[in-house]
């Protein structure tokens, strides 16, 4: 049988609603709505939740209650827990970019995925993460390590997108233009060099090769748009314009 | 002259004290401690930032303050700005790892870098992102693509860390035991079968073999410690002495 095609994220014992409603966010930022709760303190439905959560209420309005792990987990094949400090257990430990690889391959084989955030305040017990099959730790500052309900939700759900999702690293924004091509920087070269001749920037007569040389390098370093060129050439237009018209 | 060896973090015209609290928090658990204000609205210090920040005050503490945004990213070389949506602006964009593993190669360099981000209600104004050399946009779910203040801030510093502190992606902790040798694992294996063999187990007489084999294999598969094999063993002897203790 085919399971969900995302992880559930199970929230065990969240004590504010506040931070059920942020974790919500958290999830449906990056494009995850499987939410299972634990016992919440609070008691389910939750108004503080539903308040903070606004725009992603629908996770909150798919949320499935549970009264225990058991019940919550039980139909998973593979549980993460995650937990800030390290617990004496033996287990196998992910970073949260290896996790969500590895939920990848997991969901990809059919397998069904879960992962275990703790209360606020004091994270999972030992009898919790026990009923796990792995564990997620973030790698943070040794002297604060402490990430909120909602922040370590994030992290994992943003690793999960850039695990199921290819972006480019890196991209040029073109804003509707092309980049200009090596003839239209010479052209624009070539009419700067001529202008400024004429205006006598080339000065002294034994710096003015160094110098057009100079000049050349700069306009090919710069990373220029045909309509950057077109707007160079516009403003050296319109400053010989006027310099012609300043009486002689 | 070397700078800082740490990219500033520069927000932008914040609004609420908490959400600079929260941001100062979210730059601590990953070690990062450089904060600049740009015109925050309710002034500085804030009390509600401090409230909001414990435990990472010391960011707070050592923020500098500025009127405008040339004053904050003045001495700096690089500064990318965070934006949600894209703009109609030629510009490089990042994702978050790129831009961290361009900002580690750009100080070790050298040069010193910022990051911007906008106030939380609309993010960074056009006339600030075009101030900036280069724009980080995290990829979320475009159903829902509102990332709040010390979120960026959180992935962001969390992306840093990934670029300068190598960790495993994945670990096994062995809580003070090691892997079972194979020599244990087949010592563990006889020990079952002869146990089992006595206790009639392997029933029918047809299919003893196939079932030995497949108890063998289930051994070899799991990913026992030596403890674990000294468990199992203990709890075999004891089945064993209980049933013997049986009367006839």
Redesign the interface.
């Given at each position: 049988m085919q399971g969900p095609v995302e992880p559930a994220f199970l929230l065990v014992r969240p004590q504010m609603g506040e931070n059920v409603g942020a974790a919500a966010?958290?999830m449906?930022?990056?494009?995850l709505s499987r939410m299972r709760l634990v016992d919440p303190r609070d008691g389910w439905p939750n108004p503080r939740a539903v308040a903070m959560a606004s725009?992603?209420g629908r996770v909150l309005d798919a949320a499935q209650v549970f009264p225990d792990l058991a019940g919550a987990a039980g139909d998973c094949t593979y549980v993460y827990a995650t937990t800030a400090r390290?617990?004496?257990?033996?287990?196998?430990?992910?970073?949260p970019?290896?996790a969500a690889r590895d939920m990848v391959r997991r969901i990809g084989e059919g397998e069904r995925v879960a992962v275990m955030f703790g209360p606020e305040r004091a994270g999972l017990e030992n009898e919790d993460v026990a009923q796990a099959n792995a564990?997620i730790t973030?790698?943070?500052?040794p002297?604060?390590?402490?990430?909120n309900l909602a922040?370590c939700v994030?992290?994992v759900a943003?690793e999960w997108?850039?695990a199921t999702?290819e972006?480019?690293?890196?991209?040029?924004?073109?804003?509707?233009?092309q980049k200009a091509s090596v003839l239209e920087v010479d052209h624009l070269a070539r009419h700067f060099e001529e202008r400024l001749e004429e205006a006598g920037f080339f000065f002294p007569d034994h710096k003015a090769e160094s110098m057009k040389l100079s000049l050349r390098n700069l306009w090919s370093r710069m990373p220029l748009?045909g309509?950057?060129v077109q707007t160079l050439h516009g403003m050296l237009r319109q400053m010989v314009r006027w310099a012609r018209k300043r009486p002689e």
């Open positions: 966010r958290a449906w930022n990056f494009g725009g992603a390290p617990r004496d257990l033996t287990k196998t430990v992910f970073s970019e290896a564990i973030v790698d943070v500052n002297e604060f390590p402490s990430l922040q994030l992290l943003y997108r850039r999702h972006t480019p690293a890196l991209q040029e924004v073109m804003a509707g233009t748009t309509q950057d």
